[in-house]
């Protein structure tokens, strides 16, 4: 019989050491950690915790490079107490998610294929399942388009034929946000007397007609829109129909965004430029991109002191940007162009938020006063504009309400009613 090996028994630990050394599967924190941090939320039996991953859990996380640039890991919890089993929907979390796989894909080992396999299996069974039964609790990853700054995401659940949404938003840890997440939540979530419907529309109606500059001397763009709901709610409409939280306007993303315009690339969270009312800038600016970052639409919103039937008001501005042209009233002398329509985006909004079953009332009140195509207003920016001078209220739902029950507010007669079924 051969001598023994010098290392005898020790050899396939010594090996299995070696090993583990030269292996580089991803790692996550424990649960507990991450619980310990979760936002969460709660309905009809149906408890969702949920945090997305810092910047230095991405690194353990995503081992290449290229994954940390363009994939958000956000981590979930669902507990379901009630009878029935439910789904998790992954599409809530963004309609672009990135499905374990192809995470598993883009953090492929390039040197040591025989670990890929490994690789494959591990993002597979950390990734949030897609049933939960009834009593049970589950929890995993998803992983959203990256957003710098802040994250806004929904978790849908499916069950006993009903769709539970769930919105969240929260600060990147690792990352600075454009806004006070906590401060604003707060404030929408404050206590103050509520108006009835006609209440809503006479204070509306005298408020400011358009959003300024810093200083309140320039007008800008006209406040046309006005939504009803809670912050969650804003949240959830929102991502659901594919806008984005915008980033801060910083030198870094202002250096970004003019390299997507010059070579004609996307910027999903691009800057915004902010405008101002009665001297406090946007409490949200959000955007839907386009292919190219030249054009988007986007939207601001300033919450307001009001309540209407118990749930914050938030007074806003949405337009179409359509090209991107030099001017001297920006510190980097260029800026967007805007669709001289203005209406069309009001419009539009409207009948997105109907057809995703997003609102259940609809109303329309006076706002900056009509403006013709033949005698244009302009904006802070010089670009010429022309609207029926209307403003569009939308009291958002939580649960799905058809179109057939989406209730009518009385007020002033608008075209939009006679195309659109009535409305």
Not at 93 to 98: M, Q
Not at 302 to 312: A, D, I, V
């Amino acid at each position: 019989m051969p001598p023994a090996s010098p290392l005898g028994w020790r050899w396939p630990a010594c090996f299995s050491v070696l090993l583990a050394a030269c292996t580089s599967l991803p790692r996550i924190e424990p649960e507990a950690t991450l619980r310990a941090r979760a936002i969460v939320r709660q309905e009809s039996g149906l408890t969702v915790r949920s945090t997305p991953l810092s910047r230095h859990e991405d690194q353990a996380l995503l081992a290449r490079a290229a994954p940390r640039r363009v994939i958000q890991p956000v981590w979930v919890e669902v507990e379901n107490d009630t009878r029935s089993p439910v789904w998790f929907l992954p599409v809530g979390i963004s309609r672009d998610y990135f499905p374990p796989d192809e995470v598993a894909f883009r953090n492929h080992a390039r040197w040591r294929h025989w670990l890929n396999p490994s690789i494959d299996d591990w993002y597979r069974e950390k990734s949030m399942p897609k049933l939960i039964p009834a009593g049970a609790r589950r929890t995993g990853l998803v992983f959203a388009p990256a957003a710098p700054g802040t994250l806004a995401w929904n978790i849908e659940l499916l069950g006993g034929r009903q769709l539970h949404r769930f919105a969240f938003a929260s600060k990147i840890p690792g990352f600075r946000a454009d806004f006070d997440l906590a401060d604003l939540e707060e404030r929408a979530a404050a206590t103050r007397p509520s108006l009835d419907w006609p209440g809503l529309r006479g204070v509306v109606e005298k408020s400011p007609p358009c959003a300024t500059d810093r200083r309140g001397r320039r007008s800008g763009d006209p406040l046309n829109i006005v939504v009803v709901g809670s912050f969650e709610s804003v949240l959830e409409v929102s991502i659901r129909n594919g806008w984005k939280l915008a980033e801060p306007v910083t030198v870094s993303s202002a250096v970004r965004e003019a390299t997507a315009v010059l070579t004609g690339g996307g910027y999903p969270t691009g800057p915004v430029s902010p405008m101002y009312l009665d001297g406090r800038r946007e409490d949200l600016a959000l955007q839907r991109p386009r292919p190219s970052a030249r054009r988007r639409h986007h939207m601001r919103l300033w919450l307001s002191e009001w309540r209407c039937e118990g749930q914050p008001v938030w007074i806003g501005q949405i337009s179409r940007d359509i090209g991107v042209r030099l001017t001297r009233h920006t510190w980097n002398l260029t800026t967007h162009r805007v669709a001289a329509d203005v209406d069309e985006s009001r419009d539009n909004l409207v009948a997105e938020a109907i057809s995703t079953q997003s609102v259940r009332a609809v109303g329309w009140v006076g706002g900056v006063g009509e403006a013709t195509s033949d005698q244009p207003r302009r904006n802070l920016t010089g670009d010429p504009y022309f609207t029926d001078g209307l403003r569009a209220v939308l009291f958002l739902s939580s649960s799905p309400v058809p179109t057939a029950s989406v209730r009518r507010l009385p007020g002033s007669r608008h075209p939009f009613r006679e195309r659109f079924g009535g409305l």
